[in-house]
């Protein structure tokens, strides 16, 4: 079964700074990878999704970027971040021909 | 992918069974109604899915009316641990569907002791 590793935690950054958060997957190869952000007290919002190396595709316009180095590294960044950036970022894998999701533990990213 | 409308909030005392309604009135025939929860803090949980029939596993029963415009998620002793936000999702079922599971903002299930 897939694990997905998600770092830090928590988070606290503040307006204007860079950022960068990794998610790591173990247990299977070539898989759809997913970032999504919940802001508090609110349902989950797809950010970008990679269906492989390079590929990279966004679902809403904003001041995040994600990339996606290696099989099982996709990476989320920003140049410089946003009081609205604050949420609980989540990151996700489906394996292809599968209908299940596997939801890493999560960062919860403070903006201040 | 079909909307789906659900509750914003149940109660459900400990040891008694759970259920959660979705309404999915536009779902199409080739559409899986899917259920996740969410324990406060962390990623969502995949429970069950299914398409037509009455489908249970070890966590739930997942009940879908025969004109498959709504459904109903059992859990059929409750504990405390179940406390969630439970996401009803209708979604295309397909090894070429790439893109993502839409969450809306659920039902927040509390149990009581």
């Known amino acids: 079964s897939q694990t997905i590793h998600q770092w830090p935690a928590t988070l606290v950054q503040p307006v204007g700074s860079p950022l960068s958060l990794e998610c790591t997957v173990e247990?299977?190869?070539?898989?759809?990878l997913y970032w999504y952000r919940q802001a508090a007290g609110r349902g989950l919002q797809l950010l970008f999704y990679?269906?492989?190396?390079?590929?990279i595709s966004s679902e809403v316009p904003q001041n995040l970027s994600a990339s996606r180095p290696q099989d099982r590294q996709f990476i989320l960044s920003s140049k410089k971040l946003l009081l609205s950036d604050s949420g609980f970022y989540l990151c996700?894998?489906?394996?292809?021909?599968?209908?299940?999701?596997?939801f890493g533990s999560g960062t919860r990213l403070t903006v201040v | 992918d079909a909307k789906t409308t659900q509750p914003t909030s149940m109660d459900c005392a400990e040891g008694r069974a759970a259920n959660l309604p979705c309404n999915h009135s536009?779902?199409?025939?080739?559409?899986?109604v899917y259920w996740y929860r969410q324990i406060h803090s962390q990623g969502p949980q995949y429970i069950i899915h299914?398409?037509?029939n009455n489908e249970t596993n070890e966590m739930a029963s997942l009940i879908i009316t025969e004109d498959r415009k709504s459904s109903t998620l059992i859990l059929p002793h409750a504990t405390l641990r179940d406390t969630a936000v439970y996401y009803c999702?209708?979604?295309?079922?397909?090894?070429?569907?790439?893109?993502?599971?839409?969450f809306g903002a659920g039902t927040r299930l509390t149990v009581k002791p």
């Open positions: 999702i209708v979604r295309v079922y397909s090894w070429y569907n790439n893109n993502d599971m839409r």
């Open positions: 536009t779902i199409s025939g080739n559409e899986y």
């Open positions: 247990g299977t190869s070539n898989p759809n």
């Open positions: 990679s269906v492989g190396i390079g590929q």
């Open positions: 996700a894998s489906r394996d292809r021909g599968s209908s299940g999701y596997t």
């Open positions: 299914g398409l037509k």
